[in-house]
């Protein structure tokens, strides 16, 4: 039986192709997390840990402006909820000119061209034209349940038709409470306090240059504006932080100007007109050297994917079969501006941010190379990349013995470049068999004395593997 087994594995073993097919693997580089452009909210953090103030942290991402106090607290309104067909809510003290019981609960929904209030057990109180005023006792929050926004928000809820249907929910907040919202959603409230205070004014500058008035609202509680959780978002440190820049905003030219802020810079932030394409450029949003978020988990990461899985990702924009993503502009930082998907039957010309969003990237810092290798060994025949010594007879050598060439190709590399051929040893790591460098068109070859697993590992990036056997 034993010696049955031992020869179907042997014979198994003698009509495995000696050579594996060529595999090839797009590896993408990267650096930072978010569009770059603005303060980077790990990297003041880092500035905060090296002992920078707030005013310092600021200055030095949004250039030739000052800190300046704002001589009133305006109103924020935010849209909560849109669409729905009934909005119920607890805590409230007046609606209109209806007082009602905090205690107790109560709803709106459309009613003709305005609301209806009704009370828990659904019979109708009153009906008002639209917006509906809510406001909790003594300035108290009021409760907004049901919805993926429900929660404590301070000021007034405000409720009106919306334009396609069902029930707007928009809360009319002064400034300083919005910002209390919004500071631990953006930033975690562990971080040092000088960063967090950076935070709080670039949110706060933010709120007031980014409004756009629309169907009674001019703010989203997402990242289409900024993360707004109302009571839910207050903590005290972040609070501390507000308080300790009341009514402090950004200004150029002694006027509040737009403070864009995202997560990680990579090491460098982007001038604005490259960091969202067709912008204008702002002389407070140009590209500065930062390294300070080092400590981000985003400041450098890489993504992985074999040529099919990035076709899928790309779709209709690779024309037959991915060759190259060719970057032909980058930014002031690495930023990709503009590059080429180069197919089989022709080239898509694209932006950063539409590679950035269709490979799910973190930044448009990127570079894209494609790596691959083959190995074969020297008793086959047709092997135009070999270069070695003539082939042996294959019964000649055992597969440990059995030499071979590691040939391939890397998409994009300057003629020149090392590569590195390795092999799997006993142990499970890499060793360094041979080296070589990249020829025309992208090219390599190198010939190896032994059989193995091997891989090509080039500017940091390792090939797919491949067996000589």
Same mark, same amino acid.
């Given at each position: 039986?034993?010696?049955?087994?031992?020869?179907?594995?042997?014979?198994? *073993?003698?009509?495995?192709?000696?050579?594996?097919?060529?595999?090839?693997?797009?590896?993408?580089?990267?650096?930072?997390?978010?569009?770059?452009?603005?303060?980077?909210?790990?990297?003041?953090?880092?500035?905060?840990? *090296?002992?920078?103030?707030?005013?310092?942290?600021?200055?030095?991402?949004?250039?030739?402006?000052?800190?300046?106090?704002?001589?009133?607290?305006?109103?924020?309104?935010?849209?909560?909820?849109?669409?729905?067909?009934?909005?119920?809510?607890?805590?409230?003290?007046?609606?209109?000119?209806?007082?009602?019981?905090?205690?107790?609960?109560?709803?709106?929904?459309?009613?003709?061209?305005?609301?209806?209030?009704?009370?828990?057990?659904?019979?109708?109180?009153?009906?008002?034209?639209?917006?509906?005023?809510?406001?909790?006792?003594?300035?108290?929050?009021?409760?907004?349940?049901?919805?993926?926004?429900?929660?404590?928000?301070?000021?007034?809820?405000?409720?009106?038709?919306?334009?396609?249907?069902?029930?707007?929910?928009?809360?009319?907040?002064?400034?300083?409470?919005?910002?209390?919202?919004?500071?631990?959603?953006?930033?975690?409230?562990?971080?040092?306090?000088?960063? *967090?205070?950076?935070?709080?004014?670039?949110?706060?500058?933010?709120?007031?240059?980014?409004?756009?008035?629309?169907?009674?609202?001019?703010?989203?509680?997402?990242?289409?504006?900024?993360?707004?959780?109302?009571?839910?978002?207050?903590?005290?440190?972040?609070?501390?932080?507000?308080?300790?820049?009341?009514?402090?905003?950004?200004?150029?030219?002694?006027?509040?100007?737009?403070?864009?802020?995202?997560?990680?810079?990579?090491?460098?932030?982007?001038?604005?007109?490259?960091?969202?394409?067709?912008?204008?450029?702002?002389?407070?949003?140009?590209?500065?050297?930062?390294?300070?978020?080092?400590?981000?988990?985003?400041?450098?990461?890489?993504?992985?994917?074999?040529?099919?899985?990035?076709?899928?990702?790309?779709?209709? *924009?690779?024309?037959?079969?991915?060759?190259?993503?060719?970057?032909?502009?980058?930014?002031?930082?690495?930023?990709?501006?503009?590059?080429?998907?180069?197919?089989?039957?022709?080239?898509?010309?694209?932006?950063?941010?539409?590679?950035?969003?269709?490979?799910?990237?973190?930044?448009?810092?990127?570079?894209?190379?494609?790596?691959?290798?083959?190995?074969?060994?020297?008793?086959?025949?047709?092997?135009?990349?070999?270069?070695?010594?003539?082939?042996?007879?294959?019964?000649?050598?055992?597969?440990?013995?059995?030499?071979?060439?590691?040939?391939?190709?890397?998409?994009?590399?300057?003629?020149?470049?090392?590569?590195?051929?390795?092999?799997?040893?006993?142990?499970?790591?890499?060793?360094?068999?041979?080296?070589?460098?990249?020829?025309?068109?992208?090219?390599?070859?190198?010939?190896?004395?032994?059989?193995?697993?091997?891989?090509?590992?080039?500017?940091?990036?390792?090939?797919?593997?491949?067996?000589?056997?």
């Amino acid at each position: 039986m034993r010696l049955r087994l031992l020869s179907a594995l042997v014979a198994a *073993l003698l009509i495995v192709p000696a050579t594996a097919g060529a595999a090839e693997r797009l590896v993408i580089k990267g650096g930072g997390f978010g569009h770059g452009v603005g303060m980077s909210q790990y990297g003041a953090m880092g500035q905060a840990q *090296l002992g920078r103030n707030y005013r310092q942290i600021l200055g030095h991402y949004y250039a030739q402006t000052a800190i300046q106090k704002l001589s009133s607290i305006p109103t924020v309104r935010v849209l909560l909820q849109g669409g729905r067909s009934k909005v119920t809510f607890t805590g409230a003290a007046q609606a209109g000119d209806r007082r009602l019981q905090p205690g107790k609960a109560y709803s709106v929904v459309v009613s003709g061209g305005g609301v209806a209030l009704r009370s828990s057990t659904g019979r109708k109180l009153k009906a008002f034209a639209a917006p509906l005023r809510v406001v909790g006792p003594r300035g108290n929050p009021v409760r907004l349940s049901g919805g993926p926004m429900s929660g404590q928000y301070r000021g007034a809820l405000e409720l009106r038709p919306a334009r396609l249907g069902g029930l707007n929910v928009v809360n009319a907040v002064d400034l300083e409470s919005y910002v209390r919202g919004v500071v631990a959603k953006e930033s975690p409230s562990s971080w040092p306090i000088e960063a *967090l205070k950076a935070q709080a004014i670039a949110a706060r500058t933010y709120a007031i240059t980014t409004n756009k008035p629309g169907e009674g609202f001019d703010h989203y509680p997402d990242t289409r504006s900024q993360v707004y959780a109302g009571v839910a978002g207050e903590t005290p440190s972040t609070d501390a932080a507000v308080a300790g820049t009341r009514s402090e905003v950004v200004t150029h030219g002694g006027r509040p100007v737009v403070t864009y802020f995202f997560s990680t810079s990579g090491g460098r932030t982007e001038n604005v007109e490259f960091g969202f394409g067709g912008g204008l450029p702002k002389p407070w949003l140009k590209s500065v050297e930062d390294p300070y978020d080092k400590v981000s988990p985003r400041h450098r990461w890489d993504f992985s994917f074999t040529p099919g899985q990035a076709k899928a990702k790309l779709g209709s *924009l690779v024309k037959g079969s991915l060759k190259e993503i060719k970057v032909v502009q980058r930014g002031v930082s690495p930023r990709v501006v503009k590059a080429e998907v180069i197919g089989s039957n022709g080239t898509t010309t694209v932006d950063g941010a539409t590679l950035r969003r269709e490979f799910g990237l973190y930044d448009s810092w990127a570079y894209f190379t494609i790596v691959g290798a083959q190995a074969k060994a020297d008793d086959e025949e047709g092997d135009e990349q070999s270069a070695g010594p003539p082939a042996r007879a294959a019964n000649a050598a055992s597969d440990l013995e059995r030499s071979g060439t590691i040939s391939g190709r890397v998409r994009p590399a300057e003629r020149g470049t090392e590569v590195l051929i390795q092999r799997r040893n006993d142990a499970g790591r890499w060793t360094t068999e041979v080296r070589t460098h990249v020829g025309k068109r992208g090219r390599f070859n190198a010939h190896v004395a032994r059989g193995g697993v091997y891989r090509a590992f080039v500017k940091g990036i390792a090939s797919p593997i491949t067996r000589l056997r």
